[in-house]
């Protein structure tokens, strides 16, 4: 367990690199440039990496249905965004506001799709969520 908690962490601090060089580079360019080298360079090296793992691209399934392959274009939205709002936001700011809109997202989609009911401590972490998003705005002004 100790191992995939390390790796999401490790996750984590690659995902904050990647915004930040995508911001970066939307400085340098514009955010579409940054998005589309992001996609680019990420086929690139997943490509060489399925292709190392077991010299066979057939075995992916192409028995998905088609809106399963909507989270490339989602993903890539959300590049394109990330790197446009970074340059006006900066790094922490658009990260915490990022994981504060996947927080409540998932909270949403647990509560929609599954039928379940909001509990206490769901409607605290939606609480604190939204008040530090507040918080950190309010500091940021100053």
Do not use: C
């Not at 909507?70 to 446009?84: H, P, T």
């Not at 949403?108 to 009911?117: G, I, V, W």
């Amino acid at each position: 367990m100790l191992t995939y908690i390390l790796l999401s962490l490790f996750n984590g601090v690659l995902i904050s690199l990647s915004r930040s060089i995508n911001g970066r580079l939307s400085l340098e360019k514009t955010p579409f440039h940054a998005s589309t080298w992001n996609h680019i360079i990420g086929f690139l090296f997943l490509s060489i990496l399925i292709l190392w793992q077991n010299n066979k691209i057939t075995d992916f399934s192409i028995n998905a249905p088609f809106y399963a392959y909507f989270g490339g274009a989602i993903g890539a939205i959300f590049v394109a965004i990330n790197s446009y709002t970074l340059k006006f936001l900066g790094s922490t700011q658009t990260a915490m506001l990022v994981i504060s809109g996947q927080m409540v997202s998932a909270l949403l989609f647990d509560l929609f799709m599954n039928a379940k009911t909001l509990h206490v401590n769901e409607l605290l972490g939606i609480t604190l969520i939204t008040s530090g998003v507040i918080l950190s705005k309010k500091s940021n002004k100053k």
